[in-house]
């Protein structure tokens, strides 16, 4: 099974027809997709000017597409080796045993749905980058009462998502299921008793 810098390398080559080089592109998002599939090729497709079933496009907005992903799987590859060495760390001074603020991290491992998006059709504007950079910055910060994505008060919990973990704070904003570390008791029980404008309140 081709990696995804291998994909990556026949999405680039001028030599592979239009078709093998889209199929490569869909195929990267198997390896790395962090809205999950269907909504990061929906982003990728919107923000780059290609139409999703369109066969006879400019090469040059698939790979400016592949461009955005690399360079957000270069932000979460960076995080993820910060990850493995602080475990390193603790299990070294004896903590064998990741902290519940690890469970995140552990159902997102290789960056498929770190920023999940579970309605394909809504999710942030931003560049992936960006979008991980915020998440990861706010996972590093004191829990907030605000979506880190985009800022919105508008969180509603839901409990039928495509993605593990299934449940969880949803942003209606950007549509990012918000990782529950980065928001505080009052705002995740806000967001359960389905009051989402309250949130303000408390930010």
């Known amino acids: 099974m081709a990696g995804f810098r291998s994909l990556a390398r026949q999405v680039r080559d001028p030599q592979n027809d239009l078709a093998l080089r889209r199929y490569s592109l869909r195929k990267c998002l198997e390896r790395f997709a962090p809205y999950g599939h269907?909504?990061?090729?929906?982003?990728?497709?919107?923000l780059h000017g290609i139409e999703?079933?369109?066969r006879d496009f400019d090469p040059v907005r698939l790979v400016a597409a592949l461009d955005e992903l690399e360079a957000a799987r270069a932000v979460w590859l960076a995080y993820e080796a910060e990850f493995a060495d602080r475990r390193r760390r603790e299990k070294h001074a004896g903590l064998r045993r990741p902290g519940s603020f690890d469970d995140w991290h552990r159902r997102t491992w290789g960056g498929f749905g770190v920023a999940w998006c579970d309605d394909p059709a809504v999710h942030p504007s931003l560049p992936l980058a960006e979008v991980l950079?915020?998440?990861i910055s706010a996972l590093?910060?004191?829990p907030g009462a605000t979506c880190p994505v985009c800022g919105d008060t508008r969180l509603v919990w839901r409990h039928d998502l495509a993605h593990?973990?299934?449940?969880g704070p949803v942003?209606?904003?950007c549509g990012v299921l918000v990782p529950q570390p980065v928001l505080?008791?009052?705002t995740l029980a806000w967001a359960r008793q389905g009051r989402p404008s309250e949130l303000a309140s408390v930010a």
């Open 171 to 173: 942003c209606t904003g």
């Open 164 to 167: 593990e973990p299934w449940f």
């Open 133 to 135: 950079r915020r998440l």
């Open 184 to 186: 505080t008791a009052e």
């Open 52 to 54: 999703p079933e369109d």
């Open 140 to 142: 590093r910060a004191a």
């Open 38 to 46: 269907r909504a990061t090729w929906d982003h990728l497709c919107t």
